[in-house]
């Protein structure tokens, strides 16, 4: 999930760069939003992880 979000984010700079500015934002927010999908399971994974040494 956070290669994807990474390959988004070049996919919004480069686009940037290039001046198209609807891709770029379009590419960035699809970067944002894997990014907290991304941010949301590794919580979750670390967290039922550490309740099945218990």
């Known amino acids: ?3 994807y979000a990474v390959v ?10 290039f001046g198209f500015g609807g891709i ?3 590419a960035a927010g699809i970067a944002k939003i894997l ?4 941010l949301i399971g ?6 039922m992880h550490g309740r099945s040494r218990i």
């Open 24 to 26: 770029a934002a379009g």
């Open 1 to 3: 999930m956070l290669h």
């Open 8 to 17: 988004f984010l070049v996919i919004a700079l480069i686009a940037a760069v």
């Open 35 to 38: 990014f907290v999908v991304f």
């Open 42 to 47: 590794a919580v979750v994974s670390f967290l």
